[in-house]
């Protein structure tokens, strides 16, 4: 029995040795715990710190909150700084700052991404920037206090007082429908200017234009949009000065249909349309056959050749080749290169290729030279002129 609890003792300080990471000082003293494994798991949903890092002195630095492990990479959820053991400044990967008077959060401030709101107060898009929590919390979360939303030029938009944890904000509007709700807080004109996951009738008075993208089935609480000049509903925008109540616009919306593609198979005539001979209706010599390309023949009676023989060619080639210098001639540069093409039937060259290559550069040199060759004679087959295609080396070697 005491063999098994040993045993038991050992294995559970393996396995928490294996989960707790720590790193020292060269003077000896404490610099850092870190939890892994199982340990992570558990002071995460403790709401504890993950890792502590502290000073020489032994009081504390730094600590770090982690949020969730997602691919077995660890999402950091924020990092809180101490003075003399005191917590005096936090920042969170939301984005939000954390500051502490005497070790208390006094001050939280929510950076947000800029978005463009377009209200009748002003006429003009105005981006939103961060908002200001201060008063006393708890857990990190305002509980007796007030939010002040501010724009990127910091000038105040509105000010929210919360009382035990509740927002004492103005009256709310209710939607039934859970995705028209949604819409109006998450499109790109949304109606939620405070970003307080509410929408009060004053946010809701100062719209005038309004975009709904999705099927809405009940649109109780549009008539607080007092202001609104135009609604654009799937797509269909609708003049809301034409109609002389609220009801009547929501008659108006429930009537538009959201637009439908046609997804329909194309319909193919069951009968084959009789075969018309002259579809263009040309008439007399206006009709032309089509051109079909002729043959190009490997094997032929009288082979394509270069005006003046083999050594008229071996002369050109010698005047017209360009060689590297010296300086960058390497062993892969030397030797044949080997090159196809086509000779038509009025003597010109087409259709170059490398058929055996040697070097980038010198395959470039090679077909240019090919393709600057003056025309040549063309070939026969049963005493008429036909296309050919020829085979020939290039030497390339240093002087």
């Not at 939280?108 to 920037?129: G, H, I, L, M």
């Not at 004053?202 to 719209?207: I, M, Q, R």
Request: aromatic share 12%.
């Amino acid at each position: 029995m005491r063999v098994l609890t040993v045993l038991f003792l050992l294995t559970l300080f393996k396995s928490t040795a294996q989960d707790t990471l720590t790193s020292y000082y060269p003077s000896g003293a404490l610099r850092s715990i870190e939890y892994r494994g199982e340990s992570l798991r558990t002071r995460r949903d403790l709401e504890l710190p993950t890792r502590i890092v502290y000073n020489e002195d032994s009081s504390v630095y730094c600590k770090l909150f982690v949020g969730g492990i997602r691919n077995n990479r660890v999402i950091l959820k924020k990092r809180i700084w101490y003075e003399d053991d005191v917590p005096v400044f936090g920042e969170s990967s939301h984005c939000h700052n954390y500051f502490f008077e005497e070790g208390k959060l006094i001050r939280k401030t929510t950076r947000n991404a800029d978005t463009y709101v377009q209200s009748s107060c002003d006429e003009k898009f105005e981006p939103r920037s961060y908002s200001v929590e201060e008063g006393t919390f708890q857990d990190y979360i305002l509980h007796n206090g007030t939010i002040s939303y501010y724009t990127a030029n910091n000038k105040l938009t509105s000010k929210i007082h919360v009382r035990n944890g509740y927002r004492q904000s103005d009256a709310v509007v209710y939607f039934k429908d859970s995705t028209f709700f949604w819409q109006l807080r998450d499109m790109p004109n949304r109606v939620d200017l405070n970003e307080n996951n509410h929408i009060e009738k004053s946010e809701a008075s100062c719209v005038i234009r309004l975009e709904i993208k999705k099927r809405v089935t009940d649109f109780t609480g549009i008539q607080h949009f007092v202001n609104l000049r135009s609604i654009k509903y799937l797509g269909t925008s609708v003049d809301v000065s034409k109609y002389a109540s609220f009801s009547q616009l929501i008659a108006k919306l429930k009537t538009i249909k959201s637009p439908r593609r046609n997804n329909r198979l194309r319909r193919y005539y069951e009968e084959v349309p009789p075969f018309d001979p002259n579809p263009c209706r040309c008439t007399g010599s206006d009709v032309k056959p089509m051109a079909y390309p002729a043959e190009i023949h490997e094997f032929v009676e009288v082979e394509a050749s270069f005006v003046g023989g083999q050594k008229a060619l071996q002369v050109w080639l010698d005047t017209n080749i360009v060689l590297p210098e010296s300086s960058i001639w390497k062993v892969e540069n030397q030797g044949r290169v080997y090159v196809e093409f086509v000779v038509e039937k009025d003597g010109s060259i087409t259709n170059v290729r490398i058929i055996k290559s040697l070097s980038r550069e010198i395959d470039i040199q090679a077909k240019r030279l090919v393709k600057k060759m003056p025309p040549w004679i063309p070939a026969e087959q049963d005493g008429i002129i036909v296309r050919s295609r020829v085979r020939m080396p290039i030497e390339y070697l240093p002087k």
